[in-house]
């Protein structure tokens, strides 16, 4: 039984929904990117677990590396600590330094470390070095591996997505654009037809 479903009780035919005579040629193209791109977004799901899965793993391998190969070794502050300030984007930090030195060997290292304010001369500070003997920082941890992948997946699922949805507005702001002129002509073709009776 076919559904009465306009005024009139006029029948309409299965599947005649499909072929929307209002609809254009633009806005199937329009429909058919914006189906692209919800696809897009799911497909790329696999690929940036597989991003962040692989980062982790190199991250894990540099940890691992890093705590093999860097120590501490005590350092002594050759003078009073003085304040440095540090630009960033958010605000202007301050961090205090001290020159500093420690052996190596039979070698003896120099070089500005962090420390508490109001350090004094002499002050005796563990420092991490590499496997030169030279100032380094803290080795990375397996926790800070996998943060690191986390963020290297959703990093590379975001910027597909946003160059995805650039190229879809930049498409769709066309469409529109060809759209608002087809209605002009088309308007404009009414209206010359109107006034010829």
């Known amino acids: 039984m076919w559904k009465n479903s306009r005024a009139g009780g006029l029948p309409l035919r299965p599947g005649s929904t499909r072929r929307n005579p209002l609809m254009r040629r633009s806005d199937r193209i329009e429909n058919l990117l914006t189906l692209a791109v919800i696809v897009l977004a799911f497909a790329m799901l696999p690929l940036a677990i597989f991003a962040g899965a692989k980062t982790a793993a190199s991250q894990e391998v540099l940890?691992?590396?890093?705590?093999?190969?860097?120590?501490?070794?005590?350092?002594?502050?050759?003078?009073?600590?003085?304040?440095?300030?540090?630009?960033?984007?958010?605000?202007?930090?301050?961090?205090?330094?001290?020159?500093?030195?420690?052996?190596?060997?039979?070698?003896?290292?120099?070089?500005?470390?962090?420390?508490?304010?109001?350090?004094?001369?002499?002050?005796?500070?563990q420092i991490w070095v590499d496997g030169e003997g030279n100032l380094t920082t803290q080795p990375m941890s397996a926790s800070a591996a996998r943060v690191a992948g986390v963020i290297a997946g959703l990093f590379t699922w975001f910027v597909v997505m946003m160059i995805a949805m650039s190229g879809f507005l930049i498409t769709r702001a066309s469409l529109n654009h060809a759209r608002d002129a087809q209605w002009d002509r088309d308007l404009r073709q009414f209206l010359d037809s109107t006034t010829r009776h």
């Open 63 to 125: 940890a691992e590396q890093q705590t093999s190969e860097f120590r501490t070794v005590t350092a002594t502050t050759l003078a009073d600590s003085t304040g440095v300030t540090m630009s960033s984007d958010v605000a202007p930090s301050g961090v205090d330094t001290a020159p500093a030195k420690w052996t190596w060997g039979d070698q003896t290292r120099r070089a500005d470390i962090t420390v508490d304010p109001a350090t004094p001369a002499g002050t005796e500070e």
